[in-house]
Protein backbone atom coordinates (compact mmCIF):
# COMPACT_ATOMS: atom_id res chain seq x y z
CA UNK A 1 0.00 0.00 0.00
CA UNK A 2 1.61 3.67 -1.24
CA UNK A 3 1.55 5.98 1.98
CA UNK A 4 -0.30 9.12 1.64
CA UNK A 5 1.54 12.89 1.61
CA UNK A 6 -1.90 13.55 3.77
CA UNK A 7 -0.27 10.99 6.88
CA UNK A 8 3.58 11.14 6.38
CA UNK A 9 3.30 15.23 6.20
CA UNK A 10 1.12 15.73 9.25
CA UNK A 11 3.19 16.37 12.32
CA UNK A 12 0.82 14.44 14.92
CA UNK A 13 0.09 11.19 12.75
CA UNK A 14 3.79 11.24 11.87
CA UNK A 15 4.87 11.12 15.94
CA UNK A 16 2.08 8.51 16.32
CA UNK A 17 3.34 6.29 13.63
CA UNK A 18 7.04 7.03 15.00
CA UNK A 19 6.29 5.76 18.48
CA UNK A 20 4.78 2.83 17.60
CA UNK A 21 7.91 1.56 17.13
CA UNK A 22 10.05 3.46 19.36
CA UNK A 23 11.55 6.84 18.23
CA UNK A 24 12.77 6.43 14.96
CA UNK A 25 16.43 6.23 13.78
CA UNK A 26 18.89 8.81 13.25
CA UNK A 27 22.06 8.43 10.63
CA UNK A 28 24.45 11.04 11.40
CA UNK A 29 27.54 11.91 8.97
CA UNK A 30 30.46 12.46 10.98
CA UNK A 31 33.20 14.24 9.49
CA UNK A 32 36.17 11.68 9.39
CA UNK A 33 36.49 8.01 10.19
CA UNK A 34 38.65 8.49 13.27
CA UNK A 35 35.96 10.72 14.10
CA UNK A 36 33.32 8.19 13.67
CA UNK A 37 35.16 5.91 15.23
CA UNK A 38 35.82 7.86 18.99
CA UNK A 39 32.03 8.59 18.67
CA UNK A 40 30.96 4.72 18.78
CA UNK A 41 33.67 4.29 21.58
CA UNK A 42 31.73 6.95 23.64
CA UNK A 43 28.53 4.92 23.03
CA UNK A 44 30.07 1.08 23.48
CA UNK A 45 30.96 2.50 27.22
CA UNK A 46 27.96 2.31 29.43
CA UNK A 47 29.24 4.81 32.26
CA UNK A 48 29.91 7.24 29.15
CA UNK A 49 26.46 6.17 26.75
CA UNK A 50 23.81 7.25 29.43
CA UNK A 51 26.31 10.71 30.49
CA UNK A 52 26.84 11.87 27.01
CA UNK A 53 23.88 10.15 25.30
CA UNK A 54 20.25 11.68 25.89
CA UNK A 55 18.41 8.15 27.40
CA UNK A 56 21.56 6.62 26.49
CA UNK A 57 21.82 7.59 22.61
CA UNK A 58 19.72 4.53 20.52
CA UNK A 59 19.69 0.51 20.76
CA UNK A 60 22.28 -0.08 18.92
CA UNK A 61 24.86 2.25 16.86
CA UNK A 62 25.88 0.87 13.27
CA UNK A 63 28.59 2.18 11.57
CA UNK A 64 27.20 2.05 7.73
CA UNK A 65 29.44 1.32 4.36
CA UNK A 66 28.70 4.26 1.80
CA UNK A 67 27.60 3.53 -1.31
CA UNK A 68 27.54 5.55 -4.90
CA UNK A 69 30.04 8.43 -3.66
CA UNK A 70 32.60 9.11 -6.51
CA UNK A 71 35.37 10.03 -5.26
CA UNK A 72 34.67 8.14 -1.91
CA UNK A 73 34.04 11.06 0.79
CA UNK A 74 35.51 11.01 3.98
CA UNK A 75 32.59 11.53 5.44
CA UNK A 76 31.15 8.11 7.93
CA UNK A 77 27.73 7.34 8.29
CA UNK A 78 26.93 5.92 11.64
CA UNK A 79 22.82 4.36 12.09
CA UNK A 80 21.78 5.36 15.74
CA UNK A 81 18.73 2.34 15.76
CA UNK A 82 15.72 2.87 17.97
CA UNK A 83 16.72 6.16 19.61
CA UNK A 84 16.16 6.37 23.26
CA UNK A 85 14.40 9.99 22.56
CA UNK A 86 12.39 11.37 20.56
CA UNK A 87 13.87 12.81 17.37
CA UNK A 88 13.34 16.12 18.06
CA UNK A 89 14.58 15.90 21.40
CA UNK A 90 17.50 14.21 19.97
CA UNK A 91 18.04 16.61 17.61
CA UNK A 92 17.58 19.32 20.49
CA UNK A 93 20.69 17.45 22.26
CA UNK A 94 22.73 17.24 19.08
CA UNK A 95 22.92 21.56 18.63
CA UNK A 96 24.32 21.82 22.45
CA UNK A 97 26.44 18.84 22.43
CA UNK A 98 29.93 19.12 22.09
CA UNK A 99 30.10 16.26 19.30
CA UNK A 100 28.14 18.87 16.97
CA UNK A 101 30.86 19.80 15.89
CA UNK A 102 32.24 16.34 14.61
CA UNK A 103 28.74 15.84 12.52
CA UNK A 104 28.20 17.36 9.50
CA UNK A 105 24.52 16.30 8.89
CA UNK A 106 21.86 14.05 10.85
CA UNK A 107 19.29 12.26 8.71
CA UNK A 108 15.88 11.51 10.54
CA UNK A 109 14.44 8.26 9.09
CA UNK A 110 11.44 5.77 10.13
CA UNK A 111 10.26 2.80 8.30
CA UNK A 112 10.06 4.53 4.44
CA UNK A 113 12.59 2.42 2.35
CA UNK A 114 12.50 2.53 -1.57
CA UNK A 115 14.62 -0.35 -3.49
CA UNK A 116 16.33 1.95 -5.95
CA UNK A 117 15.88 5.84 -7.41
CA UNK A 118 13.18 4.82 -9.76
CA UNK A 119 11.87 3.01 -6.92
CA UNK A 120 12.17 6.21 -4.93
CA UNK A 121 10.61 8.01 -7.86
CA UNK A 122 7.98 5.70 -8.32
CA UNK A 123 6.59 6.10 -4.35
CA UNK A 124 6.81 9.53 -4.67
CA UNK A 125 5.13 10.13 -8.15
CA UNK A 126 1.64 8.15 -6.16
CA UNK A 127 1.73 10.23 -3.05
CA UNK A 128 -0.92 12.70 -3.01
CA UNK A 129 0.08 16.01 -3.89
CA UNK A 130 0.31 17.99 -0.12
CA UNK A 131 -1.12 21.07 0.16
CA UNK A 132 0.18 24.06 -1.10
CA UNK A 133 1.87 25.78 2.20
CA UNK A 134 4.29 22.96 2.26
CA UNK A 135 7.51 23.90 0.86
CA UNK A 136 10.80 21.11 1.17
CA UNK A 137 14.06 20.91 2.12
CA UNK A 138 15.61 17.72 0.34
CA UNK A 139 18.61 16.68 2.32
CA UNK A 140 19.99 13.34 1.13
CA UNK A 141 23.08 11.28 1.16
CA UNK A 142 25.46 10.66 -1.32
CA UNK A 143 25.60 14.01 -2.81
CA UNK A 144 24.13 12.21 -6.22
CA UNK A 145 21.00 11.08 -4.75
CA UNK A 146 20.58 14.64 -3.32
CA UNK A 147 20.83 15.72 -6.44
CA UNK A 148 18.94 13.08 -8.58
CA UNK A 149 15.67 14.04 -5.80
CA UNK A 150 16.12 17.90 -6.73
CA UNK A 151 16.50 17.66 -10.53
CA UNK A 152 14.98 14.51 -11.82
CA UNK A 153 12.07 13.33 -8.92
CA UNK A 154 11.53 17.17 -8.18
CA UNK A 155 12.52 18.43 -12.02
CA UNK A 156 11.11 16.42 -13.95
CA UNK A 157 8.43 14.93 -12.00
CA UNK A 158 6.97 16.44 -9.13
CA UNK A 159 6.95 20.12 -9.14
CA UNK A 160 4.57 19.84 -12.33
CA UNK A 161 2.04 17.95 -10.15
CA UNK A 162 2.45 21.12 -7.49
CA UNK A 163 5.10 19.68 -4.94
CA UNK A 164 7.31 22.82 -4.19
CA UNK A 165 11.03 22.61 -2.90
CA UNK A 166 13.10 25.71 -1.33
CA UNK A 167 16.05 25.67 0.19
CA UNK A 168 15.72 28.73 3.14
CA UNK A 169 11.74 29.01 3.43
CA UNK A 170 10.55 25.19 3.66
CA UNK A 171 7.95 24.05 5.95
CA UNK A 172 8.85 19.99 5.65
CA UNK A 173 12.31 18.26 5.09
CA UNK A 174 12.83 15.30 3.04
CA UNK A 175 15.88 12.96 4.37
CA UNK A 176 17.11 11.13 2.39
CA UNK A 177 19.62 8.07 2.73
CA UNK A 178 21.52 5.31 0.23
CA UNK A 179 22.17 2.75 2.88
CA UNK A 180 22.65 -0.07 0.94
CA UNK A 181 22.82 -1.29 -3.32
CA UNK A 182 19.40 -1.83 -2.87
CA UNK A 183 17.75 -0.20 -0.55
CA UNK A 184 17.11 4.13 0.21
CA UNK A 185 15.82 5.21 3.53
CA UNK A 186 13.84 7.94 3.56
CA UNK A 187 11.16 10.10 5.47
CA UNK A 188 8.94 13.68 5.72
CA UNK A 189 10.07 15.16 9.04
CA UNK A 190 8.98 18.86 9.80
CA UNK A 191 11.44 21.87 9.52
CA UNK A 192 12.30 21.80 13.09
CA UNK A 193 14.06 18.40 12.97
CA UNK A 194 16.85 19.48 10.57
CA UNK A 195 20.36 20.28 12.07
CA UNK A 196 22.45 22.43 11.13
CA UNK A 197 26.07 22.50 11.15
CA UNK A 198 27.52 25.62 13.56
CA UNK A 199 28.63 27.88 11.10
CA UNK A 200 31.87 28.23 12.33
CA UNK A 201 33.66 25.30 13.09
CA UNK A 202 36.04 26.44 14.70
CA UNK A 203 33.81 28.31 17.66
CA UNK A 204 33.65 25.04 20.28
CA UNK A 205 33.22 27.87 22.80
CA UNK A 206 31.67 30.84 22.72
CA UNK A 207 33.98 34.03 22.90
CA UNK A 208 37.09 31.57 23.11
CA UNK A 209 40.50 32.72 23.18
CA UNK A 210 42.04 29.52 21.34
CA UNK A 211 41.14 26.46 19.81
CA UNK A 212 41.99 24.35 22.74
CA UNK A 213 38.97 25.28 24.95
CA UNK A 214 36.84 23.07 23.53
CA UNK A 215 39.10 19.86 24.25
CA UNK A 216 38.75 20.84 27.97
CA UNK A 217 34.75 21.41 27.84
CA UNK A 218 34.43 17.96 26.80
CA UNK A 219 36.78 16.88 28.84
CA UNK A 220 34.81 18.49 31.78
CA UNK A 221 31.65 16.60 30.50
CA UNK A 222 32.92 13.58 29.78
CA UNK A 223 34.41 13.27 33.37
CA UNK A 224 31.55 13.94 34.47
CA UNK A 225 33.37 16.71 37.13
CA UNK A 226 30.96 18.51 39.20
CA UNK A 227 32.30 22.12 40.01
CA UNK A 228 31.68 22.71 44.07
CA UNK A 229 30.93 26.12 45.64
CA UNK A 230 34.20 28.02 46.24
CA UNK A 231 35.95 25.47 44.40
CA UNK A 232 39.63 25.90 43.22
CA UNK A 233 41.22 25.01 39.69
CA UNK A 234 44.68 24.85 38.76
CA UNK A 235 45.88 25.28 35.03
CA UNK A 236 49.24 24.25 34.26
CA UNK A 237 50.48 26.02 31.29
CA UNK A 238 47.53 28.06 30.97
CA UNK A 239 48.90 30.58 28.12
CA UNK A 240 47.36 31.73 26.30
CA UNK A 241 44.18 31.03 28.79
CA UNK A 242 41.77 29.17 26.87
CA UNK A 243 41.58 26.41 29.58
CA UNK A 244 41.77 29.32 32.41
CA UNK A 245 38.86 30.66 30.62
CA UNK A 246 36.04 27.80 30.43
CA UNK A 247 37.29 26.71 34.37
CA UNK A 248 36.44 30.44 35.00
CA UNK A 249 32.87 30.08 34.36
CA UNK A 250 32.15 27.38 36.76
CA UNK A 251 35.19 27.39 39.52
CA UNK A 252 35.35 30.44 42.22
CA UNK A 253 39.24 30.55 41.66
CA UNK A 254 41.62 29.86 39.02
CA UNK A 255 45.12 29.40 39.35
CA UNK A 256 46.94 30.00 35.89
CA UNK A 257 50.47 29.04 35.89
CA UNK A 258 52.72 29.92 32.92
CA UNK A 259 55.54 31.95 32.29
CA UNK A 260 54.22 33.56 29.26
CA UNK A 261 51.13 36.23 28.90
CA UNK A 262 47.68 35.36 28.74
CA UNK A 263 44.89 37.05 26.53
CA UNK A 264 44.01 40.31 27.77
CA UNK A 265 40.20 38.79 28.10
CA UNK A 266 41.27 36.03 30.37
CA UNK A 267 43.19 38.58 32.83
CA UNK A 268 40.41 40.69 33.13
CA UNK A 269 38.40 38.09 34.73
CA UNK A 270 37.99 38.82 38.41
CA UNK A 271 38.30 34.95 39.59
CA UNK A 272 41.62 34.48 37.76
CA UNK A 273 45.12 34.65 39.45
CA UNK A 274 48.21 34.81 37.05
CA UNK A 275 51.40 33.04 38.34
CA UNK A 276 54.07 33.63 35.77
CA UNK A 277 56.60 31.20 37.15
CA UNK A 278 57.31 27.57 35.88
CA UNK A 279 55.04 25.25 38.53
CA UNK A 280 57.80 23.73 40.03
CA UNK A 281 59.34 27.14 41.21
CA UNK A 282 55.97 28.55 42.31
CA UNK A 283 55.10 26.72 45.04
CA UNK A 284 54.69 28.99 47.66
CA UNK A 285 53.27 31.75 45.24
CA UNK A 286 50.36 28.88 44.20
CA UNK A 287 49.37 28.04 48.10
CA UNK A 288 49.09 32.00 49.13
CA UNK A 289 46.65 32.33 45.52
CA UNK A 290 44.81 28.83 46.82
CA UNK A 291 44.75 29.84 50.27
CA UNK A 292 46.00 28.41 53.86
CA UNK A 293 42.55 26.81 54.49
CA UNK A 294 41.75 25.34 50.98
CA UNK A 295 42.39 22.43 49.08
CA UNK A 296 42.40 22.04 44.87
CA UNK A 297 39.36 20.60 43.34
CA UNK A 298 40.77 20.45 39.60
CA UNK A 299 44.30 20.05 38.30
CA UNK A 300 44.25 20.40 34.66
CA UNK A 301 47.47 20.56 32.23
CA UNK A 302 47.79 20.41 28.32
CA UNK A 303 51.45 21.33 27.88
CA UNK A 304 53.91 19.76 24.90
CA UNK A 305 55.46 17.73 27.14
CA UNK A 306 55.68 13.54 27.11
CA UNK A 307 53.10 11.90 29.65
CA UNK A 308 56.20 11.33 31.76
CA UNK A 309 57.45 14.38 31.94
CA UNK A 310 54.40 15.94 32.59
CA UNK A 311 53.81 13.91 35.59
CA UNK A 312 56.96 14.36 37.16
CA UNK A 313 55.76 18.41 36.44
CA UNK A 314 52.81 17.81 38.17
CA UNK A 315 53.86 15.97 41.26
CA UNK A 316 54.41 18.57 43.87
CA UNK A 317 51.06 19.75 42.88
CA UNK A 318 49.12 16.33 43.24
CA UNK A 319 49.16 16.50 47.36
CA UNK A 320 47.20 19.92 47.16
CA UNK A 321 44.31 18.27 45.40
CA UNK A 322 41.18 17.43 47.89
CA UNK A 323 39.92 13.74 48.17
CA UNK A 324 37.92 12.85 44.97
CA UNK A 325 39.76 15.86 43.79
CA UNK A 326 40.60 15.71 39.53
CA UNK A 327 43.10 15.54 36.92
CA UNK A 328 42.51 16.35 33.68
CA UNK A 329 45.63 15.80 31.83
CA UNK A 330 46.12 16.23 27.55
CA UNK A 331 48.79 13.18 26.77
CA UNK A 332 50.85 13.90 23.55
CA UNK A 333 52.49 11.00 22.44
CA UNK A 334 55.06 10.78 19.62
CA UNK A 335 55.19 7.64 18.37
CA UNK A 336 52.20 5.88 16.08
CA UNK A 337 50.37 3.94 18.65
CA UNK A 338 53.26 2.10 20.45
CA UNK A 339 53.70 4.47 23.37
CA UNK A 340 49.96 4.32 23.83
CA UNK A 341 50.03 0.82 24.42
CA UNK A 342 49.40 0.19 28.28
CA UNK A 343 48.66 3.47 28.78
CA UNK A 344 46.31 3.18 31.73
CA UNK A 345 48.94 0.94 33.64
CA UNK A 346 51.53 3.22 33.18
CA UNK A 347 49.96 6.07 34.33
CA UNK A 348 48.99 4.53 37.35
CA UNK A 349 52.26 3.50 37.35
CA UNK A 350 53.39 7.62 37.84
CA UNK A 351 50.56 8.38 39.72
CA UNK A 352 51.07 6.18 42.20
CA UNK A 353 48.08 4.55 44.89
CA UNK A 354 46.69 7.75 45.84
CA UNK A 355 44.62 8.06 42.61
CA UNK A 356 42.13 5.75 41.81
CA UNK A 357 39.40 5.84 38.02
CA UNK A 358 41.77 6.24 35.89
CA UNK A 359 40.89 6.07 32.52
CA UNK A 360 42.76 7.30 28.76
CA UNK A 361 40.52 8.51 26.42
CA UNK A 362 40.37 9.34 22.82
CA UNK A 363 37.88 12.85 22.90
CA UNK A 364 36.71 14.06 19.51
CA UNK A 365 38.83 17.13 20.01
CA UNK A 366 42.18 15.14 20.72
CA UNK A 367 44.65 14.69 17.56
CA UNK A 368 45.76 11.42 15.98
CA UNK A 369 48.62 11.82 18.39
CA UNK A 370 46.94 12.59 21.59
CA UNK A 371 44.79 11.25 24.81
CA UNK A 372 43.02 12.90 27.47
CA UNK A 373 43.96 11.48 31.47
CA UNK A 374 41.23 11.72 33.58
CA UNK A 375 41.74 10.35 37.53
CA UNK A 376 40.34 10.86 41.03
CA UNK A 377 42.36 11.24 44.02
CA UNK A 378 41.26 9.04 46.69
Known sequence: ????????????????????????????????PLLAHRVILYHQDDELRYRLFPGGGAEQVIHLEKYDDVPPAR???????NLAVSQIDFKRWL???????????AYFLDGLEA??????????????????????????YPKSLEQYIINQIFGDHLLDKGWDIHPLDYTKTLFAVN????????????????FLTPSDGHARVAGQTCKASGKLTEALCVSGFEPRKRGVAIDVGAAPGGWTQVLAETMDTVVAIDPAALHADVLALTNVVHI????????????????????????????NRHPEEMISILKPLLGMLRSGGMIILTLKYRGKGKEKAGGVEKLKEELGPGFHKVKILWLTANTENERTAVARKK
Open 75 to 81: NELLLFK
Open 276 to 303: RQQSQAATEEIIAAVGQDKTIDLLVCDI
Open 95 to 105: ESSFLRFSITR
Open 1 to 32: MVATTEALLDNGASESRISATGFGDCILQIQS
Open 179 to 194: CSPTCIRYSFRPAAEL
Open 115 to 140: TSKNDLLCQLSQMEVPPKEDLFRVVA
